[in-house]
């Protein structure tokens, strides 16, 4: 299923009232699975009462598919059947790593763009996509380090990924921003060389800047949007990647009220570029 | 090891704090990984544990979680039930021996998100049982709701946990003395229900018993003043049976 090219919200619990009273023109709205990966109980009714009413996207974060072990088989099966609940429009992971020997690390953790990698992360893409039943979009990480050993571009590293695996891409604006930033890249040149034509959704969020008085950058979500990250934004929808994009969410949450707003400048943007396209 | 997983090995040892080997730990970008899971982890348990964070503060709550993230760190990614051996490393943490109750109220708010992410069954309604005569009542045989945790404690830590849960100072009337409590969820609410021990009795009998009548003798072998009526009554009202 493919969906119009609306601006969606990460949800958060707190904002369920709101949220269902919203009358906003085409919303969706954005989870992470992992949330609701209960055997039941009220945040599974909640998730319920949100998929009768709205579009959903997965997104999930705990996949670790840029592993070189195969993704956990019960958590696919745990993904497979809130698909199957509340048939989402959108189910998305990212291109990054969290589990090792049995452990979980919550965090997206980096790798060398080799061969080798890609061969694990198309393994592990087709192997998931197949296991869940439907195509999957892996999300542009953030960058901090600088890494050794890449045989590989990251914007061609996602073009063979996508050639070999199938899947869509998740753009994340905001993580353009912060790794070119931090790796000291342009990240126009960046989107200029991203396989736009797989992407199925885009994501704008807020970034934070490294309070240890470095000139990092981090992936807060704690923020509302940049002005830089709605430049790039108004870039990608003048070369035509006008798709699904969300505001994203995770830290100093505001009132969805507050959250909306920043939603209908995205929405407005995709509105008329799509009316111009 | 080389290649991806020997990357991926070096990586987590430089996460738990060998950093030397591992040329890209050396970066200072690189506490971003480390904070950032930390944080992650800490954040489950403030979340999974308000009881104990209202009884010791959150300054002292997390100093003590990151020790036990250390030492236990998440296997399963679901992180909205993260803390399973939270307790009992209280148990073996000095500095908690000051309260000596602390490990039954990490015990107890742990039933509780326990309760919360179990399966879905109707309750059974009292009126349900109410509606039947004696004999029919005695070979009844009832299944415990899926949400269900029976809580025991030698301290009154059920007084203590629902005062912190609700923010509250402990009255000045507490009694020390063993409480208990049915931990269970109706209407997708979790309730702490404080009930006798013979009612954790008669519920751990129901479970195992293939009549309403037997677990009524089981119960009174170890209770014989119990009150067999009232036990059930209490149960149901506290939503402990599926239908």
Known sequence: MSMPPAAGVGFKPQHFDAAMRSTSDALWLEVHPENYMAEGGPQLAMLDALARRFPLSLHGVSLSLAAAALPDAAQLQRLRRLID????????????????????????????????????????????????GRRISLENPSHYLVLEGH?????????????RSGCGLLLDVNNVYVSTHNLGEDPLVYL?????????????????????????????????????VWSLYHHLLSRGCVRPTLIERDGDVPSFATLLAERERAHTLLLSEGMAA | MNGLAGFQGDFADALDGDATAFAPARQ??????????????????????????????REWFRAAAAIHVTQSPPRDPRLTTYGEAFAEFLVAFPPASELPYLVDVARLDRLWVESLVAADANVLAATTVASLGADALGALTLRVHPAVRPFASSLPAVSIWQASRAGMAVGEDLIWRTECAVVTRVDNEVCVTPVEASALRFLEAIAESSSLADAAFSTLDRYPDARIDLLLASLLEAGAFAT
């Open chain 2, 28 to 57: 200072p970008a690189f506490a971003i990984y480390r904070n950032t899971a930390m944080r992650a982890c800490l954040d489950a348990l403030e979340a999974n544990f308000p009881a104990v964070v209202c009884l010791v503060g």
């Open chain 1, 151 to 163: 045989e590989w571009s990251e914007t061609d590293f996602l073009g063979e990924l996508v050639r």
């Open chain 1, 85 to 132: 609940r509340v048939e989402p429009v959108l189910v998305s992971e990212h291109m990054a790593w969290s589990s090792w020997a049995g452990r979980y690390v919550p965090d997206l953790l980096p790798f060398p763009r080799t061969h080798e990698a890609l061969a694990h992360l198309v393994r592990n893409v087709v192997h998931t996509q197949d296991r869940l």
């Open chain 1, 192 to 228: 200029d060389d991203f396989p736009l034509h797989a992407v199925t959704e885009i994501h704008l969020a807020g970034h934070a800047v490294d309070d240890t008085g470095a000139t990092l950058l981090i992936d807060s979500h704690d923020a509302p949007v940049a002005d830089a």
